[in-house]
């Protein structure tokens, strides 16, 4: 079973890395923290089946999905082309916000498949061990470094087109 203690030192140990990987999905403070809560409040609801050891496993596990399922959503709202205020979505003042190299980025990323994101988002960003990252996505060391690699150097050319 979960104690209190445990699942608030998880949370003071990845609120930092699981703002940073989420950060780049959304570009939103406010959308980063709430999934960040609403993970770590689906764990301490089910804390009598999580063991102490594999809760930064599962936390990662389900900031990932809700991320995953979060963006879908806003690409659903976007399809059908859903007013940005009734959607709950960034407005011009928030696009103002971001500085023109975060723009830049964020355009790259957004770019790039799914999985391509998703690997250096979680590796470059949030600064997930390489081993870690490749069982949480269930493939191989090798095939993680190869897969980040052509990431890499897919988002370099993304942002070399935009110059």
């Known amino acids: 079973m979960l104690s209190r203690p445990a699942l608030e030192a998880a ?3 990845l609120e930092k890395p699981l703002y940073n990987y989420l950060y780049r ?5 406010e959308t980063c923290r709430d999934l960040i809560h609403d993970a770590f ?3 301490w609801r089910k804390r009598e089946r999580v063991d102490e050891a594999g809760v930064e496993a599962l936390a990662w596990t389900v900031v990932i999905n809700l991320a995953r399922n979060h963006h879908r959503r ?3 709202v976007e399809w059908i082309g859903l007013p940005l205020g009734l959607s709950g979505g960034r407005g011009p003042d928030a696009e103002a916000e971001l500085g023109e190299r975060d723009r830049r980025l964020r355009d790259a990323l957004e770019a ?3 999985s391509a994101r998703e690997i250096l988002l979680l590796d470059i960003f949030a600064g997930v061990p390489r081993q870690r990252l490749a ?3 269930g493939i191989p060391a090798g095939t993680l470094a190869s897969r980040k690699h052509a990431a890499v150097n897919r988002l370099k050319e993304l942002l070399d087109d935009e110059d």
């Open 74 to 76: 806003a690409r659903l």
């Open 135 to 137: 069982g949480m996505l």
């Open 41 to 43: 409040e689906r764990i």
């Open 112 to 114: 790039l498949p799914a």
């Open 25 to 29: 999905w959304f570009w939103d403070p």
């Open 11 to 13: 949370y003071l140990r």
